[in-house]
């Protein structure tokens, strides 16, 4: 279960609104206790992971991988999500009490643009 992997300081609230918010996701991106830092990769690397197979695979999305996805490049460094997610979410806090897994689709879709 991943609410068992959760670090203690997000625990609680992943439990009463039952999804990572992208202001926990990037509480924990910007700590460096050992929970905190697998918690955040883990959760980027998975969004990143399932983008990937979803954008690389258009059949699932028709023509509209472009809009949905950008250009995301094939294979990013994890230490670069990190910062792709840090930059965005001090960039839009107002946006950060959404579910994070959309909040990290759009940080990377306005990183990665389309030209």
């Known amino acids: 279960m991943l609410l068992a992997a959760l670090p203690a300081t997000g625990e609680h609230e992943a439990r009463v609104r039952g999804f990572v918010s992208g202001r926990l996701l990037a509480a924990w991106c910007e700590r460096d206790g050992p929970r905190d830092v ?47 997610y840090r930059r965005h979410a001090s960039q839009y806090p107002d946006g950060l009490e959404r579910q994070a897994a959309s909040v990290v689709l759009e940080a990377l879709r306005a990183n990665y643009a389309c030209e």
Request: hydrophobic fraction near 50%; aromatic fraction near 8%.
């Open 38 to 84: 697998e918690a955040c990769l883990t959760y980027l690397r998975a969004v990143y992971d399932t983008v990937a197979a979803l954008d690389f695979d258009h059949r699932l999305l028709a023509e509209r991988a472009e809009d949905v996805f950008g250009c995301i490049p094939p294979m990013v460094p994890v230490t670069e999500l990190v910062i792709v």
